[in-house]
C-alpha cells in the first residue's frame, strides 16, 4: 500500500502563486506515474498534470503554460507549482499515484483563488 500526504493548499489573489506537495510513503516502488487532479464545486474531477518517473509530464490545456509539475524520486515526492492563478483555478487538488495494481488518492488540499 502508499499513503499520500498533500500539503500547500490555501487562499490567494488572481494572479498569484502556490506549490502543492505531495509526499509518499509505503510501497513506493511500485509507483510509476503521480500526477494531480482537481474537482470543483458541482464538477468532475479532472486532470491537471502527471509525471512519470522518467520525468515525461503532460498537462491539461487550462493549465499549460501556467503550472508546473515536478518530482524528486528520491523524496517519493510530487511538487505542482501554480503561478498566474485564476478564479476557475479554486478546487480541490488530489494527488495521485499510479503503477502496476496501484491506484491510490490523496485527502485532497484546497486552493481558493480569491480577492
Known amino acids: 500500500q502508499v499513503q499520500l500526504v498533500e500539503s500547500g493548499g490555501g487562499l490567494v489573489q488572481p494572479g498569484g502563486s502556490l506549490r502543492l506537495s505531495c509526499a509518499a510513503s509505503g510501497t513506493i516502488y511500485s509507483i510509476n506515474a503521480m500526477g494531480w487532479y482537481r474537482q470543483a464545486p458541482g464538477k468532475q474531477r479532472e486532470l491537471v498534470a502527471t509525471?512519470?518517473?522518467?520525468?515525461?509530464?503532460m498537462y491539461a490545456a487550462s493549465v499549460t503554460g501556467r503550472f508546473t509539475i515536478s518530482r524528486d524520486n528520491a523524496k517519493n515526492t510530487v511538487y505542482l507549482q501554480m503561478n498566474s492563478l485564476k478564479p476557475e483555478d479554486t478546487a480541490v487538488y488530489y494527488c495521485n499515484v499510479r503503477g502496476p495494481l496501484l491506484n491510490t488518492w490523496g485527502k485532497g488540499t484546497l486552493v481558493t483563488v480569491s480577492s
Open positions: 509525471i512519470t518517473r522518467g520525468g515525461n509530464s
